[in-house]
């Protein structure tokens, strides 16, 4: 599938600009009056789909720079689309690398925020395999005083990785071993 026809921008200049990663275009809509945190149908920013894409030409900026003057702009990092994933999440989930993801929670991205499925930046990371990423968002949670807990399992019932998260709180395991009348029954 072509990448550009995963992005749906529904008419939304703002989005094509920046999934094109046209700098100079994103800054004359803005300026234009086009509004930073609108959506498409499926509930993502412009913020998000700079996270997102993939899109590289000669006249293409770093998606770095392109997340870091969306968010001088005052993109909202924390805008949660229609399956509730973060500008953050998506980071993680494609790759983004740390710089971008640095990027967002130095502006306030909120690590700990899950999406609809119940999973965090945390778990994208971990299931996408990015240790660099991952150790910036700990190193965030840390420095929120947020305690970690994270454990995998080898493979849910689908073949992917299955990933939970604790912030703050422990995982409720019932290590309590049944007697031999309890096992029989």
């Known amino acids: 599938m072509d990448e550009v026809t995963e992005l749906q921008t529904g008419g939304n200049s703002l989005l094509k600009a920046v999934w094109l990663g046209r700098l100079r275009l994103t800054r004359l809509l803005l300026e234009g009056g086009a509004y930073i945190n609108e959506s ?18 000669q006249q293409s900026i770093s998606k770095a720079k392109m997340v870091k003057y969306l968010l001088d702009n005052r993109a909202d990092p924390n805008i949660q689309d ?75 019932a689908t073949g992917t990785k299955a990933t939970k998260q604790y912030l703050n709180m422990p995982p409720l395991l019932d290590f309590k071993e049944k007697t031999p009348s309890e096992a029989s029954t």
């Not at 499926?42 to 993939?54: D, P, S």
């Not at 640095?102 to 909120?110: H, K, M, S, V």
């Not at 990015?130 to 910036?136: A, E, N, T």
Request: hydrophobic residues 40%; aromatic residues 0%; glycine residues 8%.
């Open 82 to 156: 229609k399956s509730g994933k973060t500008a953050l999440m998506h980071a993680c989930i494609r790759g983004a690398g740390g710089e971008v993801v640095t990027l967002l929670l130095d502006n306030g991205a909120d690590p700990s925020l899950e999406d609809h499925s119940g999973a965090s930046a945390l778990v994208h990371a971990i299931n996408a395999d990015d240790k660099d990423v991952l150790q910036h968002l700990l190193n965030a949670c840390r420095a929120k005083g947020k305690e970690v807990i994270i454990i995998t399992m080898d493979k849910s």
């Open 40 to 57: 498409n149908e499926k509930g993502e920013t412009a913020l998000m789909v700079a996270c997102i894409t993939t899109h590289v030409d």
